[in-house]
């Protein structure tokens, strides 16, 4: 069963405080994983699609990273408006439907 | 944008009655899904279609069945309403130009009173 984990649940950083959320996953042979940012009362928001060890990509404050067993959603030098929770998803290579798992998200919070 | 539309945005309804989510895309894409979101759980797969009248369960089905007669269209039924359905729930699509990536509409948050 392929499951998706992150960490921490909650984080609170002072505008500016670099840091990372964790997402470590259990699949079947990875064909993807993928971020992205919820703000309350919304849909989740698109922001990354990660497709294999080693890959990175960027946007404005945020880095994504990939490795065979986590990924990580570093956040450089955060804003207030960076405050969202953060979700993980990962679709695995068997199975139809394009079937995604999710974790429950990181809820992070900047302040001034 | 990804050109999705849901409906209503926000329902109060009591035990035992049928409930209606639509879920309205512009963009004529192939695969549709329904999740639902609940503190503690993340999002969760209800039911997913892959076509006009293809559709297959996701993990959390029970309870709960989909219609598609229009690419544009994907129903979401609660037969009968438990309390257990309240939840926010989310369209989402696919797009069919390739890659994985699913696309969310705004949601629709429904109580069962």
């Known amino acids: 069963e392929d499951q998706v984990t992150q960490s921490p649940e909650a984080l609170r950083l002072q505008e500016g405080e670099s840091s990372s959320l964790n997402c470590s996953y259990t699949v079947s042979g990875l064909r993807g994983l993928f971020w992205y940012r919820q703000d309350p009362g919304k849909g989740p928001e698109f922001l990354f699609t990660?497709?294999?060890a080693g890959e990175e990509k960027e946007k404005e404050r945020l880095k994504a990273t990939l490795t065979k067993k986590e990924s990580f959603l570093h956040i450089t030098a955060p804003k207030p408006e960076d405050s969202a929770t953060y979700l993980c998803?990962?679709?695995?290579?068997?199975?139809?439907?394009?079937?995604?798992?999710f974790g429950t998200g990181t809820q992070l919070k900047v302040e001034l | 944008d990804a050109g999705i539309t849901q409906s209503p945005r926000h329902k109060v309804t009591e035990t035992g009655t049928p409930v209606t989510l639509r879920c309205h895309q512009t963009?004529?894409?192939?695969?549709m899904y329904w999740y639902r979101q609940d503190p503690g759980h993340g999002l969760r797969l209800i039911h997913y279609s892959y076509g006009v009248k293809d559709t297959d369960k996701g993990e959390v089905s029970d309870g709960y069945s989909v219609s598609r007669s229009k690419t544009e269209d994907f129903l979401l039924t609660l037969e009968s309403a438990t309390s257990s359905q309240t939840s926010v729930y989310f369209c989402a699509i696919k797009e069919a130009s390739g890659g994985d990536t699913q696309y969310f509409g705004p949601g629709t948050r429904l109580t069962v009173l």
């Open positions: 990660l497709y294999s």
């Open positions: 963009e004529n894409h192939r695969y």
């Open positions: 998803a990962v679709r695995p290579y068997t199975g139809g439907g394009n079937k995604l798992t």
